[in-house]
């Protein structure tokens, strides 16, 4: 039986990226089928609700879901909808590659590293956010466990072996947080001593991101925290090209989530430009988590493959080609 997905069509330039890839993957002969459901602006325009229970259920009952950007709206009840359906559905590993692609115009070459972020703990959550009455003060609780983090650094090691990838590095800030940081480095330290065949390094946070911008082709895969995560997979996107280019994975036990990470744009929204590239390498992780590696490869070769003969790129990329144009060049050559 051939997999179903959930398909969020998503908010501003969402549908307009959400219809080329799925042009490609017709183009693929994949036999996929998808389940069509709504969340953000679009689904409070239908609904009344930003994330409505059939589209909860929806994603539940299938396992997997393909997600175009969404808008929160200011004053709406979530704080993100991300971070909602994270929670939701305990999608405890975010995985954010940043490879480099021909044809950008990043300042790097041959960048290939995955950053594995914890996405249900620590400061980004915002538990325990609370503001002194005179306005004066703002406090957050940052909660850390024993369970997340090695969960979370046991993902990133197994992600390692399975990708045959030769280091992990834990990044962290336990020489000034040495209760939460240092006990995410604590439980690092003791699930790399199980993984004798990969090369374990740490490194302070703000190190890191120096070192990314000066020899980054020291790194292979990143694992850390909520908060640091975010800013690290951005600065990583940044080395090759931007957030055009990078797509992720939200994983957990039961469910996972594949997206774009990028915003929706709404200032280009419905003219047609937008590159839809991050929502089809996302596809990629996709097919891989649903055991379909080799059409994955072949995905990535097209996307490559046309990016090199700069075939329709979009303007972003230094081309003239809408987002259709580019996506028919690339579903041209998913079957080469």
């Not at 990226?17 to 998808?34: C, K, P, Q, R």
């Not at 979530?78 to 115009?105: E, G, H, M, Q, W």
């Not at 003239?320 to 580019?326: A, R």
Request: net charge negative; proline share 4%; with cysteine.
């Amino acid at each position: 039986m051939n997999p179903t997905i959930a398909v969020i069509r998503g908010d501003g330039i969402g549908p307009e990226i959400m219809d080329a890839t799925l042009h490609v993957l017709e183009a693929m002969g994949l036999g996929l089928n998808y389940e069509f459901v709504e969340a953000g602006l679009a689904a409070y325009e239908k609904e009344g609700e930003l994330l409505p229970e059939k589209t909860l259920e929806t994603i539940a009952r299938l396992g997997v879901a393909l997600k175009s950007p969404l808008t929160t709206p200011v004053g709406e009840g979530f704080s993100s909808i991300n971070v909602a359906l994270r929670r939701r559905f305990d999608l405890y590993a975010n995985v954010r590659p940043a490879i480099s692609f021909p044809n950008t115009k990043a300042r790097y070459q041959g960048i290939d590293i995955i950053t594995v972020r914890e996405n249900t703990e620590g400061a980004y959550i915002g538990e325990g956010q609370a503001l002194s009455a005179d306005g004066e003060t703002a406090t957050l609780t940052q909660k850390i466990t024993r369970k997340g983090s090695e969960r979370i650094v046991r993902y990133a090691f197994e992600l390692a072996r399975s990708a045959a990838r030769k280091k992990v590095t834990v990044v962290h800030k336990a020489n000034i947080l040495k209760t939460t940081s240092g006990l995410f480095l604590r439980v690092a330290r003791e699930v790399a001593a199980q993984y004798p065949d990969i090369d374990f390094n740490e490194m302070i946070v703000d190190n890191t991101c120096m070192q990314l911008v000066m020899r980054p082709e020291q790194f292979d895969v990143i694992v850390t925290t909520n908060l640091f995560g975010d800013i690290i997979s951005d600065l990583c996107a940044g080395l090759v090209g931007g957030l055009g280019l990078a797509p992720g994975a939200n994983i957990g036990k039961d469910a996972a989530i594949f997206e774009a990470v990028h915003g929706t744009a709404p200032d280009i929204a419905g003219r047609g430009i937008a590159n839809p590239v991050a929502l089809l390498l996302g596809t990629t992780q996709m097919l891989g988590h649903i055991n379909m590696e080799p059409a994955a490869r072949r995905l990535r070769r097209a996307i490559i493959n046309t990016m090199e003969a700069r075939d329709h790129l979009t303007a972003d990329l230094g081309g003239s080609g809408s987002t259709m144009e580019f996506a028919r060049a690339i579903a041209a050559r998913v079957n080469d």
